[in-house]
């Protein structure tokens, strides 16, 4: 964190000097305030200039501005771990739930199409535990500069994250019996897409984090797509709601792909638009953003069809991306890792869209 051009760097031993400090300056101000007075009776004109007290007192303000904005970045950092404790929970366990049906499938005989389904799903799983892991140990100077915008909490990582990875965990206990419903021969990419687009979100949407957060990571992309061309049925899907959606998402990756002045920002900000259009669409009486989720939630279970857990994840990953890239519109600086969380972002907003688009009642082709 930075305060008037100077660097600090958080630490328990740090707070605690901080605190002493404080409390050392607030002595030294009183007892020469004391002096002063005593001092005053006896001579005719003031023996310490003002100037003095007014330093130690500028002193001891901006030491206390440093503690408030430590102690904030610390119950920040604290949110944080726990939110990842509670997102990671749900996706080990939904292994452990696949190694077992795998285990029972492996007696059978799989045809190569379910067998590269179940390798995608369990790959994009292993991925959003391996960065919720990383997101869990770093220090993150980008979280400083959050807090020390105003933001009480960074409501998608440690509010709409743990649920997103909550309902990836229920959708997939209903596993066995989606993959029961896929054409035993050559299941379509729509059928892959509604099974394959949760786990896939979920592990673009944490790296997208992870690449934002982690301003030494190493990690890549995810796999873009488990589909030979998602974009096309993405819009096959958008077209039904509105021709103006898919030129919207054409719009957007064509912005970041492009790289031109201030493309990350067009991006990210025509992106969030298609989100938010879709779901005003299909559920008009809602706003996306809206304080009361559960409200949101209960519109987008009826276009759902009555899946509690598919609306569960739905909107908080919708909420999530929202709020995601309205902090990268606000803070981006277009440099290369900046484009590899935001495409990232990207290939989560799009697996949402892969998600409803494949199970709203809408979409009949």
Do not use: C
Request: no cysteine.
């Amino acid at each position: 964190m930075t305060h008037d051009e100077w660097e600090w760097r958080v630490t328990q031993p740090g707070l605690a000097e901080v605190d002493r400090a404080k409390e050392r300056l607030a002595d030294m101000q009183t007892q020469i305030q004391r002096a002063s007075r005593a001092l005053s009776q006896v001579v005719s004109i003031p023996v310490i200039p003002q100037d003095i007290l007014h330093t130690v007192s500028s002193f001891s303000s901006i030491i206390e501005t440093i503690r408030q904005d430590s102690k904030g970045i610390e119950r920040m950092l604290s949110a944080h771990n726990e939110a990842m404790r509670r997102a990671i929970e749900p996706l080990t366990r939904a292994q452990m739930h696949n190694a077992t049906f795998i285990n029972t499938a492996l007696d059978k005989s799989l045809l190569p199409d379910f067998s590269s389904i179940l390798q995608t799903y369990n790959l994009n799983l292993a991925n959003a535990i391996d960065d919720s892991l990383a997101l869990r140990k770093l220090p993150f100077p980008r979280i400083a500069e959050f807090q020390l915008a105003g933001l009480d909490t960074f409501k998608p990582l440690t509010i709409h994250f743990p649920a997103i990875t909550e309902a990836v965990g229920l959708l997939n206990q209903e596993l066995p019996s989606r993959m029961a419903t896929l054409d035993r021969i050559a299941p379509s990419d729509r059928e892959r897409a509604t099974v394959l687009a949760p786990p896939l979100a979920t592990a673009a949407y944490s790296r997208s984090m992870r690449l934002w957060l982690d301003e030494d990571s190493s990690a890549g992309l995810p796999e873009a797509y488990p589909l030979d061309d998602p974009h096309t049925q993405i819009h096959l899907g958008l077209a039904t709601l509105s021709p103006d959606f898919v030129e919207k998402h054409q719009g957007a990756w064509n912005a970041l792909r492009n790289g031109g002045p201030d493309s990350l920002r067009h991006a990210a900000v025509s992106m969030r638009e298609l989100i938010r259009v879709v779901f005003k669409q299909l559920a008009p009486d809602q706003k996306l953003g809206d304080e009361d989720s559960t409200r949101l939630k209960a519109r987008v279970r009826h276009f759902l069809e009555g899946s509690r857990s598919g609306a569960q994840f739905a909107t908080h990953m919708a909420l999530g991306v929202d709020g995601w890239f309205d902090q990268m519109n606000a803070h981006t600086h277009g440099d290369k890792k900046d484009k590899a969380a935001l495409q990232a972002l990207m290939i989560a907003a799009d697996g949402v869209l892969l998600y409803i688009l494949g199970h709203a009642r809408t979409w009949e082709p």
